[in-house]
């Protein structure tokens, strides 16, 4: 199985600030094509970035992708925001315990 970790951060437009966190969740999918698609439908052609994570012997190791764009509420005609979506991959095995 396939987990995705999607971490959902935004700013206003010209703000000097750093993205803060507002949503966080974790999808799971049967495999890598499904998870793939589901990226695909989600975020479409928007800009993407690798993200690396350090690993214990100074080496960097591609974790997932920062997805990033410009959002807007359109339910209650808000200000558009920028918005980046941190998604790493993580590959889930369950072992089966007998009692």
């Known amino acids: 199985m396939i ?12 703000s000097k600030d750093d993205y803060s966190c507002f949503d966080t969740e974790t999808k799971d999918f ?10 695909r439908e989600e975020y479409g052609t928007c800009k993407r970035s690798k993200m690396y994570v350090d690993t214990k012997d100074g080496t960097s190791k591609h974790i997932g992708y920062i997805y990033g764009f410009k959002n807007k509420d359109w339910s209650h005609n808000s200000q558009s925001w ?5 998604i790493d991959f993580s590959k889930v095995t369950y ?3 007998t009692l």
Not at 3 to 11: A, E, N, P, V
């Open 3 to 14: 987990q995705l970790h999607i971490t959902r951060t935004s700013k206003s437009f010209g």
């Open 30 to 39: 049967k495999d890598l094509k499904e998870a793939k698609d589901f990226l």
């Open 95 to 97: 072992s089966r315990i």
């Open 82 to 86: 920028l918005q980046q979506d941190w």
